[in-house]
């Protein structure tokens, strides 16, 4: 019975492993589908917005 407790233990451990990876590589592709012209969007907008919440 012990045996099958760390098997179990293991087998959740790929499980997460594999998981993640797949949560990464979709943030990845979805990181990389902007144009040069949105990323340079986005980071005026962040900036902007970083800039109205300083006191």
Same mark, same amino acid.
């Given at each position: ?23 990464? /590589? $979709?943030?990845?592709? *979805? @990181? ?15 900036? /902007? $917005?970083?800039?109205? *919440? @300083?006191?």
């Amino acid at each position: 019975m012990q045996s099958n407790w760390w098997k179990l233990l293991g087998l959740a451990g790929v499980v997460s492993v594999v998981a993640t990876g797949a949560v990464v /590589a $979709r943030n990845e592709r *979805q @990181r990389r589908a902007y144009t040069p012209d949105e990323v340079r969007e986005r980071l005026h907008e962040r900036h /902007a $917005r970083a800039q109205q *919440q @300083r006191p």
